[in-house]
């Protein structure tokens, strides 16, 4: 693919997700050709490219311009919230997420902390280890819930942190996702109902996009967490067959559920007896005086899928998560088997090797030190550029930062502005299905802090007070 | 989770199957606990757990015996093959593939040659130097195609095999199998029609059964393979959306198309507009004096979806495959971002050494004939022990040979025998949507031959006379 056309794709995608909207001006030759590093003449094939496949019109003097899509938007059903919102939110993910391939932008919008927190030579010595000891035979040994040694170790850190045993209904999944992915599946058929918070993980939305279920968001407040009142009519008024929830450090606020509201929320899920796939992945990053405990430790009847990885506190890239999917163990277990077959065995022997060897615990006392740092550090930025009337949440741990903007801001047109100036962010509506949030954003403050991190601060608080 | 406990749900699995039939005597508590090596009170507790639960029955003086299912057989709806058969082979695959976990069974029943074949040593190098080089930060970039060192080699290959350049649209996978996955499910919805071969491999019809697809079976001739003339009609009568079809040592049969098959096939596919999902995982197991080439290699306009693996060949338990997948690359790409986000980087960056540096064609070569003097072991062993009037395969390469035994033969009562004394194997129904084929089994020849796989084939030798 020629340079001109990676050009004009990525724009292609900008216009599909909305962040480029119909009836809108392209930016001069000269200004992309300056934004982007490209000589003009690329831009401007790029352009005309676009031209001829429809999707911009040049106007006499004034440049080219975004062409209305021939399906208009009005024609979509609407369906309320209540009866479930069909999901389409993964072009927009989509671009957000190629934004972050420049190793040269400012990485606010990613969804990771930066890879030099984690213990990558000592993973990698743990590596070694672990295909030493690993029997050549367990590498065909398909038909198993995991690597034993790993599946023990997991279980022992539930036990010490006072959870009950989930030694037998523990899969090793490949990365978090698709341990949510398989739970939800093997809960639901397409077409179901499916709660989810709003704000939400964008992945959840696109999972549910991809299984074809319909979203029912329930509302987050950034203090407080999932609004219960809002769920308990939700689930008297709808079949509801399942709830993704984040008890702790929930994505994108931040928030965590106190002990009562999850009592309560718990309440709930037996009385009517639906499931809840609870999203865990920030466990480890929680950096209250006492360790937060996820609603799964209420379950004494299997209701609870705790999904669980070490992507975000460990070994990004290793692709090893697990769910301790309670009465659906089994069936996550054949699904497991039906499309993946088993996670990377080696990439297994490792952590089970670093878990028993490696030091986890002291790990991740740095790491939840060095993110509480960043986190100041972005949050005194805010204070100091961002507009006086922005809410910030303050979460007890994790790298993400939930920024409610002025109701004037529209965060597309802030994710477009700031892009061109080198600097990610990750825009609100991505995190709802109905493309809610409008003026909301969330940064990663899990990057060393620095003086390109403050100058971007600086930056994003220009562009606001200019918006 | 009680031995007993164990034990009853291992017999209510082999119900569910239909290994055990309704109205079939269950082995006598004496006997179960010989072949299980369990006390007979721990039989006995299971028995009454499964009367208990309504599966079992008691009869004076005669045993325990399967019941009906409380839902009759008939009730279910009989489709003609060619309108699509709705799947349902999970249970009867699950059932095998959980006879393999014993490394005390004879393993003829696997779908894996031996980890000895493997170079697991040179490998585990691979991986140290593959860790080593990576750079952290591609652990946490995401939205990429796969490592770049593995796509470059990967293609590579392609292109020294004499196929056309697929740089651009290869997407490297968790597996062969979440290649063929995503590559149908960005083809399909729910409901349609996808073309399979009859016999298939099991994980297809598993796959079909997940996306809740309908498979219209092709019949494989094990001598000259699927059936053009079959395929030629179901097109052109049937609106098909995809056809799954191995070209190359297919699985069950080990039978590979010739050139003008192969030629006809594609001008099929290319006058319905109809694409396939080539499943070429046994690529570098052929033997013939040329290589074989599948069927991508006449697609110019992106119609073939050619997928491959390193699982059988190299690399098993890594869990590393790929799909060229023509105009669908870009679709494959976003729906694995949904699902596993990438492949283990660990695993990636092992293989792209490996390739580099580990001497994969010379590995390639030895396994070549190790494999073709296991399977004349095999064929030999088969020829003195078996009925005269049984058929077999004769497959230019891999690890599996079919047989076609005498019409009275019933597989799955061979397999639950064969499997009492220790010997697995893979009956016929499981490579089938309609369950047929009871009168065939596939026998894996790819473990070192020795005194235990002799006294395996004339003991299954006896077991077909006597039935």
């Known amino acids: 693919m020629k340079r001109y056309e990676r050009f004009a794709d990525q724009l292609a995608t900008l216009m599909n997700s909305g962040v480029l909207a119909p009836g809108e001006r392209l930016p001069s030759v000269r200004n992309a050709s300056q934004t982007h590093g490209i000589s003009p003449s690329t831009v401007f094939q790029a352009y005309y490219l676009l031209e001829s496949r429809g999707l911009i019109e040049a106007r006499e003097r004034s440049g080219y311009f975004v062409r209305e899509p021939a399906r208009a938007?009005?024609?979509?059903?609407l369906l309320t919230p209540l009866e479930g919102t069909e999901v389409a939110v993964s072009d927009l993910v989509y671009s957000v997420l190629q934004s972050l391939q420049d190793p040269d932008i400012v990485p606010f919008g990613s969804a990771f902390p930066s890879p030099d927190l984690f213990p990558l030579a000592r993973l990698a010595r743990s590596m070694a280890h672990g295909l030493r000891d690993l029997p050549a035979q367990?590498?065909?040994?398909?038909?198993?819930?995991?690597?034993?040694?790993?599946?023990?170790?997991?279980?022992?850190?539930?036990?010490?942190?006072?959870?009950?045993?989930?030694?037998?209904?523990?899969?090793?999944?490949?990365?978090?996702?698709?341990?949510?992915?398989?739970?939800?599946?093997?809960?639901?058929?397409?077409?179901?109902?499916?709660a989810v918070e709003s704000p939400a993980f964008y992945a959840s939305l696109q999972v549910l996009e991809r299984l074809q279920l319909k979203a029912v968001e329930i509302p987050v407040d950034p203090e407080r967490g999932l609004n219960l009142d809002a769920l308990e009519e939700a689930l008297s008024r709808l079949p509801i067959k399942a709830c993704w929830f984040m008890s702790g450090l929930q994505n994108p606020t931040g928030v965590?559920?106190?002990?009562?509201?999850?009592?309560?929320?718990?309440?709930?899920?037996?009385?009517?007896?639906?499931?809840?796939?609870?999203?865990?992945?920030?466990?480890?990053?929680?950096?209250?005086?006492?360790?937060?405990?996820?609603?799964?430790?209420?379950?004494?009847?299997?209701?609870?899928?705790?999904?669980?990885?070490?992507?975000?506190?460990?070994?990004?890239?290793?692709?090893i998560g697990w769910?301790?999917?309670?009465?659906?163990?089994?069936?996550?277990?054949?699904?497991?088997?039906?499309?993946?077959?088993?996670?990377?065995?080696?990439?297994?022997?490792?952590?089970?090797?670093?878990?028993?060897?490696?030091?986890?615990?002291?790990?991740?006392?740095?790491?939840?030190?060095?993110?509480?740092?960043?986190?100041?550090?972005?949050?005194?930025?805010?204070?100091?550029?961002?507009?006086?009337?922005?809410?910030?949440s303050w979460p007890q741990g994790g790298y993400f930062l939930w920024f409610e903007?002025?109701?004037?801001?529209?965060?597309l047109a802030l994710y477009r502005q700031a892009l061109a100036e080198g600097i990610s962010l990750a825009p609100g509506p991505i995190f709802s299905a109905q493309q809610g949030f409008r003026n909301c954003i969330r940064l990663?403050?899990?990057?060393?802090?620095?003086?390109?991190?403050?100058?971007?601060?600086?930056?994003?608080?220009?562009?606001?007070?200019a918006l």
């Open 138 to 194: 367990d590498l065909t040994a398909y038909v198993t819930p995991g690597h034993p040694e790993l599946r023990r170790q997991i279980a022992r850190r539930y036990g010490l942190a006072g959870m009950p045993e989930v030694g037998e209904e523990l899969v090793i999944t490949h990365g978090a996702l698709e341990a949510l992915n398989l739970g939800l599946q093997s809960l639901t058929r397409p077409g179901d109902l499916v």
């Open 323 to 392: 769910i301790a999917a309670g009465r659906q163990a089994g069936a996550v277990a054949r699904l497991r088997l039906m499309t993946t077959i088993t996670p990377s065995m080696p990439a297994q022997a490792a952590l089970a090797d670093y878990l028993q060897h490696g030091g986890y615990d002291r790990h991740l006392r740095r790491l939840r030190l060095s993110l509480d740092r960043q986190r100041q550090a972005m949050l005194t930025a805010a204070r100091r550029y961002f507009p006086a009337d922005t809410h910030v």
């Open 73 to 77: 938007r009005d024609a979509a059903p």
């Open 405 to 411: 903007l002025p109701e004037r801001v529209d965060s």
């Open 256 to 319: 965590s559920l106190d002990d009562r509201a999850q009592q309560r929320l718990y309440g709930l899920l037996q009385r009517h007896q639906v499931p809840l796939l609870e999203d865990d992945v920030y466990a480890e990053l929680y950096s209250g005086s006492e360790p937060h405990r996820p609603v799964k430790r209420f379950d004494r009847d299997g209701l609870v899928l705790h999904c669980g990885s070490f992507s975000k506190c460990l070994a990004p890239g290793y692709r």
């Open 444 to 465: 990663n403050c899990g990057h060393p802090w620095d003086a390109r991190s403050e100058a971007a601060m600086a930056r994003l608080g220009e562009l606001l007070k």
